[in-house]
């Protein structure tokens, strides 16, 4: 699956507070059970992309496992994202989010991989991408490193 197609069939994200992932197995077999007030929050492409205060505060990070939802697996109400009541998500659908600095795909892709983190078992499609991220990522963080030497450089001339 494509980042582009990843991001058009997911639409929202239920962080797994309570039991952190140990209900993944009675999730898969019953369903979701409807939450009582919002339980589920708009995917963001980039974590750092969070605008509102729930969204800030209960962000996946580090360790947190996450389940995703297409439109069919959650309900839209006054104030925001509820599991639907029964639906069955994929096996695939919830995983441990392996870093904060990942987009949430890049967090997905990476669980798919063989526990020894051979990308080698993933879509190539999807490992071409991972790569490109990470080469993109690199550049960033050199130019960012040659334009603090250039700012050090003219505070002290």
Not at 41 to 48: M, N, S, T, W
Not at 62 to 67: E, H
Not at 72 to 78: I, L
Not at 134 to 144: I, S, T, V
Request: hydrophobic fraction near 30%.
């Amino acid at each position: 699956m494509t980042e582009k197609e990843f991001y058009k069939k997911y639409k929202a994200i239920h962080k797994d507070i309570r039991t952190k992932g140990k209900s993944k197995a009675s999730i898969l077999a019953n369903g979701f059970k409807e939450g009582v007030n919002v339980n589920a929050l708009p995917i963001y492409k980039g974590f750092e992309k969070a605008t509102d205060i729930i969204a800030t505060r209960y962000k996946p990070r580090k360790g947190d496992f996450v389940w995703i939802l297409p439109k069919q697996g959650f309900v839209e109400g006054r104030n925001g994202y509820k599991t639907k009541q029964g639906y069955k998500p994929d096996s695939n659908d919830g995983f441990f989010i392996i870093s904060d600095d990942w987009s949430l795909y890049e967090n997905y892709c990476t669980n798919l991989a063989t526990p020894n983190d051979d990308l080698g078992d993933i879509d190539t499609e999807v490992e071409k991408a991972l790569q490109e991220k990470q080469k993109n990522r690199e550049f960033k963080d050199a130019g960012k490193r040659v334009h603090g030497s250039r700012k050090e450089q003219a505070m002290y001339n």
